[in-house]
């Protein structure tokens, strides 16, 4: 389903003059589609992250504990704190089978759900000069990693979610600490705490909701009193409202005006979580009046995003 936020209209134009289309512009925040998302209203949750005993690496996937765990809190609105982070020995864990352990971990945690990271496995720091569309041309540190990530009610003694997870994540190097190798590993000595927490929020974002923004038009006319009405009261949110009244107008006697009447109400339809319907009249806008933006919008519709 796509949840929006207030739309900005755009001032693009179909055709330039007077009684004509007009396509206005606005955005949404769509929910990115995950496979499981942690809920946490009503449940306490720890993070537990294993290391292994035979190389120094507990301090740094004590980080990525914590990183998933303040990561937890934000996107569940928790206070500070709320989510535990901890580690135990990779030896100690031998899968959700050993109940008794388990058990011992939530007591200990005193969380109902167990968020277990477990194997985890960094590979060595990648250095590259590039350009990047956010920060612009310099060196940067990109660092990947996998895991093992089960979600474990221990109360209800269920796995309720378990998956190998691979991620990344890239840091810039300021100009001054890339000049020299010395200098680069210095920077990463220096910030390897930073970069594991990082990394640990990445890894927690598989769990959580996450949104992007997307670019949504619809058609308006202007100089059309009842047209105009339709769009403002898309606009105010006011869907329903607004299909009523491009309805009658998906009839009219130019098949342009009706395919983008039909296309408004696809559009409409999708807001309300409607795709299938959604569909329906974006084929029915495309069989009134060909143009390219209901050919998109049915590509949109017929390969919608999977987790």
């Not at 395919?259 to 319907?277: D, P, T």
Request: charged share 25%.
């Amino acid at each position: 389903m796509l949840r929006h936020i207030l739309p900005v209209a755009g001032a693009a134009l179909l055709i330039s003059g007077c009684g004509v289309p007009q396509a206005m512009t606005f955005d949404v925040e769509v929910m990115t589609p995950k496979a499981f998302v942690l809920d946490l209203d009503e449940q306490n949750a720890a993070v537990v992250a294993t290391y292994a005993k035979d190389k120094k690496d507990s301090v740094r996937v004590s980080c990525v504990a914590n990183g998933a765990a303040t990561y937890l809190e934000a996107k569940n609105a928790l206070e500070e704190g709320s989510v535990g982070a901890y580690t135990i020995p990779g030896g100690e864990y031998t899968g959700t089978q050993d109940k008794e352990y388990l058990e011992q971990l939530m007591l200990a945690t005193g969380s109902q759900l167990l968020v277990i990271l477990d194997d985890l496995k960094l590979n060595d720091f990648k250095l590259s000069r590039e350009y990047n569309g956010l920060v612009g041309t310099g060196t940067f540190l990109t660092l990947r990693g996998k895991t093992a990530m089960t979600i474990y009610d221990a109360i209800l003694d269920t796995t309720l979610f378990q998956k190998y997870i691979s991620d990344s994540i890239i840091f810039k190097i300021p100009y001054e600490e890339s000049l020299s190798e010395a200098s680069v590993r210095g920077f990463i000595a220096a910030n390897d705490s930073i970069i594991m927490t990082a990394f640990g929020q990445k890894l927690a974002d598989h769990i959580c909701n996450s949104w992007i923004e997307e670019e949504w038009m619809l058609i308006d006319y202007p100089d059309d009193s009842a047209w105009h009405s339709a769009y403002n009261n898309a606009m105010d949110f006011k869907w329903e409202e607004a299909i009523k009244a491009w309805l009658p107008m998906t009839e009219d006697k130019k098949a342009e005006k009706a395919s983008y009447a039909a296309f408004n109400i696809a559009v409409a339809c999708q807001m309300l979580g409607e795709a299938n319907l959604a569909l329906d009249w974006a084929r029915f806008s495309k069989e009134k009046y060909f143009f390219r933006e209901v050919q998109q919008l049915i590509l949109y519709l017929e390969n919608p995003r999977k987790p």
